[in-house]
């Protein structure tokens, strides 16, 4: 995901209220269900395609943040173990 | 004679003698049935009663029925016996093993079917160390009863504690061993040692206070009482109910750190956590730095693991929902719409050129219809249409007079004319039809 593209996810998640990644996962399967099967007006086909983008966006900055923890934690190990064998 | 014999033979000296009888007045010509002879014997030997012999039990079989079986020997010769008791007595008599020393009330019988000596015993009392031990064994019992044993009470030791203490004789081997065999594995493990008496009728004295003092230490999270083996006498201190009782109370895990070979001091039952010896203790107080390091690694690897696998799958699913055709491009459905459109615009305008050209042709038709009544066609065809100088139309020779100025409106254009004279009535001579160019006088 670039730059631009995590700013318009954060973007699209800032009005949101809280939502969690599976939450948002679950919404986003039924819209794909909805899309797929059709019946649905042209409105309603445009309304679902924008919540389907903003709920993958959603889920991408949830995941993005979940590596990003990794790396941060991995990075701070990895520093008290520095210290530790200078210290040693 | 050997003394087990020497009692029983003052015991029988009367029945002897009967049997002496018996024996005289035997020939091969007056015999006796076996049956008799032997419940003649048995019945002499019972008269014999009950007695009290000292012996060692040299080989005991506990079976499930209420019948037990042990073997006694003596405790100077070679002699050996068979004693049968009920299980109650064994019970009653505490721990009774193999090798132990006992003071057993026996009862002589012969057995009627076979003729063997055997013997019935009623009661059995330890003696010497046995007797300690069944004085320890029944001290257990009591306080088990009371539940000082229940695991349930055992607290759990810290992982790591912030100070040891421990409670060993002065520079004693077991004080060397907890200590050597902790700092190993946890260089920097601290321990408040208290040395005291660890065998004797004043050990427990010392023993008391050094773990009021250590259960109240704040900074003591836990606390050893350590000796490194001994005899069954030397390890009493650790079997004494005021110390039981006292380890029970503390606030602080006990380890009891004991080494002994057979039998347990009652402290290991009542500790929080039982040691077989004092270097046993010094492992299982303080976990290894090194395995701890290595375990370490290992769950933060297996966590790390865990959690980026299912952010990869995670992330695999949310790429697999995002590449959807109705995802990917959602002009898709635009198209169709877009489509719908167009074949619908087409048709509006096929409909709109028809209606048009429908029109079209009725306009025409309508235009030659005008056209065909208008004055024009007339002028077409040679006439003329006058008019005054007011526009007026002039359609009478009474409508103007002589030298009036009048327009004459021809097909393709207008003639300004005068009249120079006035002829009422119709013409004189039929006027051939005009051609188209000319003009009327």
Redesign the interface.
């Known amino acids: 995901m670039t730059d631009q593209n995590q700013e318009t996810a954060q973007d699209q998640v800032a009005g949101e209220p809280e939502i969690g990644?599976e939450q948002a996962?679950d919404e986003?399967?039924e819209v794909?269900r909805r899309?797929?099967s059709g019946g649905t007006s042209?409105a309603e086909?445009?309304t679902l395609?924008e919540r389907?983008?903003k709920l993958?966006a959603i889920?991408?900055t949830w995941?993005d943040g979940?590596?990003r923890r990794?790396e941060d934690a991995?990075a701070a190990?990895e520093n008290i173990n520095d210290n530790t064998d200078r210290q040693a | 004679m050997p003394p087990i014999l020497k009692v029983y033979a003052i015991a029988l000296s009367v029945p002897l003698a009967r049997v002496t009888d018996m024996a005289s007045s035997s020939s091969p010509e007056q015999t006796r049935s076996l049956a008799w002879v032997v419940r003649a014997v048995k019945d002499w030997v019972e008269r014999c009663g009950k007695v009290w012999v000292e012996a060692q039990v040299i080989e005991l079989n506990r079976r499930s029925g209420p019948t037990q079986f042990l073997t006694l020997r003596d405790v100077d010769e070679e002699i050996s016996v068979t004693a049968t008791c009920h299980r109650r007595v064994l019970d009653a008599a505490g721990p009774v093993e193999s090798g132990m020393t006992v003071t057993a009330l026996l009862r002589p019988t012969v057995w009627s079917r076979t003729g063997r000596l055997s013997f019935e015993c009623s009661e059995i009392r330890p003696s010497g160390e046995g007797q300690l031990l069944a004085q320890l064994e029944r001290r257990r019992r009591l306080l088990e009863a009371e539940g000082l044993f229940d695991s349930g009470l055992h607290r759990p030791l810290p992982l790591l504690p912030k100070g040891i203490g421990l409670i060993t004789g002065a520079h004693s081997d077991a004080e060397r061993d907890v200590i050597r065999n902790a700092t190993l594995r946890w260089p920097a493990v601290r321990f408040v040692v208290r040395n005291t008496l660890v065998q004797g009728a004043h050990a427990v004295e010392q023993i008391l206070p050094a773990l009021a003092d250590l259960d109240a230490d704040p900074s003591v999270d836990v606390i050893v009482i350590a000796r490194g083996g001994g005899s069954l006498e030397d390890l009493l201190p650790f079997s004494d109910e005021a110390l039981i009782r006292a380890v029970h109370a503390a606030r602080t895990p006990v380890v009891s750190a004991i080494g002994h070979e057979a039998d347990n001091p009652i402290l290991d039952l009542v500790a929080d956590l039982r040691a077989s010896t004092p270097t046993d203790a010094g492992k299982r107080i303080v976990p290894d730095v090194a395995e701890e390091l290595a375990g370490l690694h290992e769950a933060t690897s297996r966590i790390r693991q865990s959690v980026t696998a299912r952010i990869t799958t995670e992330q695999s699913w949310l790429d697999s929902m995002r590449s959807r055709p109705v995802m990917v491009d959602p002009t898709a459905t635009l198209d169709i719409a877009s489509e719908r459109l167009e074949a619908t615009l087409a048709r509006l305008r096929l409909a709109t050129d028809r209606a048009l050209e429908t029109e079209s042709r009725e306009i025409d038709h309508q235009l030659r219809s005008v056209r065909a009544m208008s004055p024009k066609a007339t002028l077409d065809r040679g006439y003329a249409v006058l008019a005054d100088a007011g526009g007026a139309s002039v359609g009478s020779v009474e409508a103007t007079r002589d030298g009036a100025r009048l327009d004459v409106y021809l097909s393709d254009g207008t003639l300004g004319v005068t009249v120079d004279s006035v002829r009422p009535g119709g013409p004189s001579t039929p006027v051939a039809t005009p051609q188209k160019g000319s003009t009327t006088s």
């Open positions: 990644y996962r986003l399967v794909v899309l797929e042209l086909t445009m395609w389907g983008e993958a889920c991408q995941l979940a590596r990794i991995r190990s």
